[in-house]
């Protein structure tokens, strides 16, 4: 009654005696060597030139888009910084929220404003400005809250019934 826990596991199979474990070393010189990384050489100054005819990188390219998109938020954000009313909405199977004012709900719930994802936050566009968005980038999430059916029958006026006999 007096055998440890890592005893009884032994004599029932369920754990290896320590002999029979290799010890770390083994599994050390076991392991493939990793790989070492070679250090890229540093491109000479002279061999980037600045003529139109070459053509530019892709990642050169993806940040200039980048920019033209941040330039283009910059430009075009509707978010107030004293908003207080939060807005759910609906983002792939998650809800997320962002803070609004009261007209900006309003502008939201009519589908006169979108949601915009750059860099990790949620900004607020007119809704034609979100879709040059979109052509700028097609990769990019753009949120349009449509509204509701209901809703928009409560804008238009409502036909006259015929009367009831």
């Given at each position: 009654m007096t055998e440890s826990l890592r005893e009884q596991l032994i004599k029932a199979g369920l754990a290896k005696p320590h002999a029979d474990?290799?010890?770390t070393e083994a599994r050390r010189r076991g392991r493939p060597q990793q790989k070492q990384h070679k250090a890229r050489p540093a491109a000479p100054l002279a061999s980037?030139?600045?003529s139109a005819t070459e053509p530019v990188s892709p990642p050169v390219l993806v940040r200039a888009d980048k920019a033209q998109l941040r330039e283009f938020?910059?430009?075009?954000?509707?978010?107030?910084p004293n908003a207080e009313i939060a807005f759910y909405f609906q983002q792939?199977?998650?809800i997320k929220?962002?803070?609004v004012t009261a007209e900006q709900q309003q502008a939201l719930a009519h589908g006169?404003?979108?949601?915009a994802l750059l860099d990790g936050r949620r900004n607020l566009l007119?809704?034609?400005q979100a879709k040059q968005f979109l052509a700028m980038d097609p990769a990019r999430i753009v949120i349009f809250i449509e509204p509701a059916a209901d809703e928009m029958s409560n804008l238009q006026e409502p036909s006259p019934s015929p009367?009831?006999?």
């Open positions: 474990l290799p010890s980037i030139s600045s938020i910059a430009k075009h954000r509707c978010n107030d792939g199977d998650k929220h962002l803070y006169e404003l979108a949601i007119p809704r034609e009367p009831v006999d």
